[in-house]
């Protein structure tokens, strides 16, 4: 899944994600369009809001993460 896709599946416009995460809501719009990625120290409050895991947002599946880690 896309920001977007996480973003719509929780029903929130832009405007209400960057008042929620206290950033501009380009940000989020770059993020949609693959023009930037957030910050890191972001991604845990994204997930949280999102309500999926850092690495769902992104893209990496469990076999990666779980290889990556050994």
């Known amino acids: 899944m896309t920001f977007f ?5 929780i029903g929130l416009t832009q405007e209400e994600v960057a008042k929620e995460l206290k950033i501009g ?7 949609e369009t693959g023009v930037t990625v957030p910050r890191a120290e972001l991604l845990p409050r994204i997930a949280t809001l999102y309500n999926c895991t850092i690495e769902q947002l992104l893209g990496v599946s469990k076999e990666e993460s779980s290889n990556q880690a050994s």
């Not at 809501?25 to 993020?31: G, N, P, Q, V, Y």
């Open 5 to 9: 896709s996480y973003r719509k599946k």
């Open 25 to 31: 809501r380009s940000a989020i719009s770059k993020w």
